[in-house]
């Protein structure tokens, strides 16, 4: 019996994915009500923990099995591989829910990468009002306030919420793609509307010559 198997028992039984902490928690407190089995991992560190679950994900992925070691925002998950989904979503029958719009994608994103952001700010770089767009967002759990703007007004501050990590299979806002060029990139302030002179009427065109 090894460490890595013990791991891999536990994420098996679990319900839910699991931090390394816990997974030592779990480790350690075995054998404890039963002194005729002791238990060999009681002195196990969390970086042998840690070391364990990387080593399992690594020989997943080269032994070609139909499920995988994920860490996610909350802990470590054994997750069936994406390329088995059509089989395995026969199990759960349930409605599916509805597919994120394009402006929702949209505004998402900027939330994502700008964070915390106004919704004057998100207008701004959309171009189009957001308050239908962003209740949606916040239904779903996928947005939150998370405070309000140190400027005149104090305006609300929006930003993504841990099920949104969850959601993406992100363990952090880091694993975003291209995250620092696009966090870093100006953002426009609220368009302005600038005045525009009415245009000169066309000069009349000469009446032609009578015979």
Known sequence: MSLSQVIEAILFAAQKPLTA???LSAIKGAGGE???IPNEFARTTEAQVVAALEQLKIEYGQQGRAFQLAEKADGWQLVS????APWVRQLFPAVKPARLTPPSLETLAIIAYRQPITRADIEAVRGVAVDGVLQNLMERGLVKIGGRAEVPGRPLLY???????????????????????LRT???????RK??????????????????
């Open 194 to 211: 600038e005045a525009v002179a009415p245009a000169e009427p066309a000069p009349a065109e000469p009446a032609p010559a009578q015979d």
């Open 34 to 36: 039963d002194e005729l």
């Open 81 to 84: 591989d994406p390329a088995y």
């Open 185 to 191: 990139r100006y953002l426009p302030m609220a368009p």
């Open 21 to 23: 902490r816990e997974l």
């Open 159 to 181: 930003e993504t919420t841990q099920f949104f990590l969850e959601h993406f299979g992100l363990r952090d806002l880091d694993e975003l793609p291209n995250a620092e060029e």
